[in-house]
């Protein structure tokens, strides 16, 4: 697709592998600079393994660049969640190149694609504080369907480190995941979250895959049992590199027949006492708006908010006009 100045937008090729990561790196930086984040979770920040090295990710397909002679304008991706028929989509401009149609048409065909995939929707999360961004959204055709919240407690406070060290009842046994368990936290992840909102079901290969991008082991993940069979869990994120050392809460929960006995309050506060013996002084977590009892357990732990993040959607089924445009392609 030819654009105006001599502008290409055009499809990913092995050769653009080192502008896209270029561009992908502004855009995480933008992101992240939203979110208040001044060390960012390897989550947000690692184009290349987010990428590139996930199995779900064809970057030949799945990647739309924009470019002209020796400068590089933009890029918009997705990445598929077939079991939710969404795709979730990144896209990023320059500056310079900002306000000039571009990103309506980068847009356009990303959900051309997607469509073509059989995928029903196609979201972007962000930042609250990217009004550009949710502006460009809501002009486009989306609309947001979800608020996740961004929560963070300061450790070093002495008097709630006092309150985090419970006993267990007698039932219940605390300890961590094994190596090699994959299929345990699989098994458990699936059975907790099924049914929530924006949770795309894993398999032991996407465990590894997190594992990795989080340069995380699997023997971190904290699990609750009764007697013998496995209630709940806490991964944690660790953040070693930071000063000072930080973690964010990737993972928790309860299953659901378990939950209201105020068991999940004592795998929480057991969470957070061996983040402070480890010596995280802070930690963050992100959580649905709607999960009242979830936002309570947090806040009362002393958790209080750094920033929202919205999740925008537009249903491509539902487009008339943009289906036929891009069936008649």
Same mark, same amino acid.
Not at 45 to 62: G, K, Y
Not at 134 to 157: C, I, K, M, S
Not at 190 to 210: D, H, Q, R, T
Not at 315 to 327: A, Q, R, V
């Given at each position: 697709m030819k654009l105006k100045k001599g502008i290409l937008l055009r499809q990913f090729q092995e050769r653009d592998k080192a502008a896209f990561l270029k561009l992908a790196n502004q855009y995480f930086k933008q992101e992240n600079h939203l979110r208040g984040e001044d060390i960012p979770s390897l989550l947000w920040s690692n184009p290349e393994q987010q990428f590139f090295q996930n199995s779900s990710f064809n970057p030949f397909t799945d990647i739309f660049l924009v470019d002209g002679p020796g400068n590089d304008i933009g890029f918009a991706c997705y990445l598929t969640e077939h079991y939710l028929q969404r795709a979730i989509g990144y896209l990023f401009l320059h500056p310079s190149w900002r306000h000039q149609g571009i990103g309506r048409l980068l847009l356009q065909e990303l959900e051309r694609e997607v469509a073509r995939k059989g995928l029903k929707y196609l979201h972007f999360c962000l930042p609250e504080r990217n009004k550009a961004g949710q502006f460009f959204l809501a002009e486009n055709g989306y609309h947001p369907v979800r608020r996740f919240l961004e929560l963070t407690l300061d450790l070093t406070d002495n008097q709630k480190a006092k309150r985090l060290v419970q006993p267990l009842p007698d039932n219940l046994g605390l300890t961590h995941f094994k190596p090699g368990d994959e299929a345990g936290l699989v098994a458990l992840q699936n059975k907790v979250f099924l049914g929530s909102w924006g949770f795309n079901p894993n398999n032991e290969a996407e465990i590894k895959y997190y594992l990795n991008l989080m340069k995380a082991r699997l023997e971190e993940v904290l699990v609750l049992y009764n007697g013998s069979q496995p209630i709940g869990y806490l991964w944690p994120h660790y953040l070693w590199t930071a000063q000072p050392v930080r973690a964010r809460i990737h993972m928790f929960g309860l299953l659901r027949e378990w939950r209201r006995r105020g068991w999940g309050k004592i795998l929480f506060e057991a969470g957070l006492n061996v983040l402070r013996?480890?010596?995280?002084?802070?930690?963050?977590?992100?959580?649905?708006?709607? !999960?009242?009892?979830?936002?309570?357990?947090?806040?009362?732990?002393?958790?209080?908010?750094?920033?929202?993040?919205?999740?925008?959607?537009?249903?491509?089924?539902?487009?008339?006009?943009?289906?036929?445009?891009?069936?008649? !392609?």
């Amino acid at each position: 697709m030819k654009l105006k100045k001599g502008i290409l937008l055009r499809q990913f090729q092995e050769r653009d592998k080192a502008a896209f990561l270029k561009l992908a790196n502004q855009y995480f930086k933008q992101e992240n600079h939203l979110r208040g984040e001044d060390i960012p979770s390897l989550l947000w920040s690692n184009p290349e393994q987010q990428f590139f090295q996930n199995s779900s990710f064809n970057p030949f397909t799945d990647i739309f660049l924009v470019d002209g002679p020796g400068n590089d304008i933009g890029f918009a991706c997705y990445l598929t969640e077939h079991y939710l028929q969404r795709a979730i989509g990144y896209l990023f401009l320059h500056p310079s190149w900002r306000h000039q149609g571009i990103g309506r048409l980068l847009l356009q065909e990303l959900e051309r694609e997607v469509a073509r995939k059989g995928l029903k929707y196609l979201h972007f999360c962000l930042p609250e504080r990217n009004k550009a961004g949710q502006f460009f959204l809501a002009e486009n055709g989306y609309h947001p369907v979800r608020r996740f919240l961004e929560l963070t407690l300061d450790l070093t406070d002495n008097q709630k480190a006092k309150r985090l060290v419970q006993p267990l009842p007698d039932n219940l046994g605390l300890t961590h995941f094994k190596p090699g368990d994959e299929a345990g936290l699989v098994a458990l992840q699936n059975k907790v979250f099924l049914g929530s909102w924006g949770f795309n079901p894993n398999n032991e290969a996407e465990i590894k895959y997190y594992l990795n991008l989080m340069k995380a082991r699997l023997e971190e993940v904290l699990v609750l049992y009764n007697g013998s069979q496995p209630i709940g869990y806490l991964w944690p994120h660790y953040l070693w590199t930071a000063q000072p050392v930080r973690a964010r809460i990737h993972m928790f929960g309860l299953l659901r027949e378990w939950r209201r006995r105020g068991w999940g309050k004592i795998l929480f506060e057991a969470g957070l006492n061996v983040l402070r013996q480890r010596g995280v002084l802070r930690v963050d977590l992100v959580v649905d708006e709607t !999960n009242r009892p979830a936002v309570k357990l947090y806040q009362r732990q002393g958790f209080v908010l750094k920033t929202k993040l919205n999740w925008w959607e537009k249903d491509l089924e539902s487009s008339p006009g943009f289906l036929l445009s891009w069936k008649n !392609n």
